[in-house]
């Protein structure tokens, strides 16, 4: 079954021109015009990955990333005009990748190929069923997490990132290396993408985001998962 990619824009051009590279790689196209239509076609018609735009009617991009997120952690792709820094880190803080207008068709494939990838590979790195860290419950198979056994909704990204400190319990994970396995080669040196990160998923799964027991930092040399014997 062919990989199903939903674009959403307010701009016609944009959503002609991707819609015409991507079906030419052979994924499968659904379209939204504003972020409201985006989080119906998500939760209806389940696709495999998200194009965002940001700057909308009815519903902006990142208003309907944290719509979505709350029953969905699909792939998203945010596409905008606005390449500030602060809007970037924002957006992947959110999102799974971030792409400035204009972009050419070469670089969107490459990063849909890209965050692809990564999600899938995401889905088969344990053998374990369930992975249990106190309070905090990881459902591999499902790929679904819980907090005192009520499910909550990360993003990918979020959910990659808590896997790579949940299969390095008790080892200290330079910023770098998560950087690097999380995000791809290209981000190692964005760490304000990753401490935006780090915060969104403490504020999800913590009991006391200020005390974290699960996302531990330490401090001059990364993050990690204590073991369960450390306390």
């Known amino acids: 079954m062919a990989t199903r990619i ?3 824009d307010d701009e016609p051009r944009y ?11 052979g994924y499968q196209v659904l379209k939204a015009f504003n972020g409201q239509e985006a989080v119906q076609i998500v939760a209806e018609h389940k696709p495999d990955l998200v194009i965002l ?3 909308m009617p009815v519903l902006d991009g990142f208003t309907a990333c944290e719509r979505i997120r709350k029953f969905s952690n699909v792939p998203i792709i945010f596409v905008t005009a606005k390449g500030e820094e602060k809007d ?11 792409i400035v207008k204009p972009f050419s068709a ?5 990063r849909v190929r890209a965050v692809l990838r990564r999600t ?6 344990s053998q374990q069923a369930v992975f249990v860290h106190g309070n905090l419950r990881i459902d591999l198979a499902r790929a679904e997490v819980f907090r005192d056994e009520r499910m909550i909704f990360l993003s990918a990204t979020e959910y990659r990132l808590l896997l790579q400190l949940a299969q390095n319990v008790g080892r200290v994970l330079p910023p770098e290396q998560l950087l690097k396995d999380v995000w791809g080669d290209e981000y190692r040196g964005d760490k304000e993408i990753l401490w935006v990160s780090i915060s969104r998923l403490r504020q999800k799964i913590e009991d006391d985001p200020r005390s974290p027991r ?9 993050y990690c998962m204590p073991s369960l014997d450390e306390g």
């Open 6 to 8: 939903l674009l959403v």
């Open 15 to 25: 959503v002609r021109l991707m819609e015409a590279n991507l079906i030419t790689e």
């Open 53 to 55: 735009d940001v700057m």
């Open 88 to 98: 970037r880190v924002h957006g992947l803080g959110m999102a799974d990748d971030y």
């Open 106 to 110: 070469t670089e969107l494939l490459a």
């Open 120 to 125: 899938q590979k995401s889905g088969a790195v």
């Open 214 to 222: 699960h996302i531990v930092t330490k401090s001059g040399l990364g």
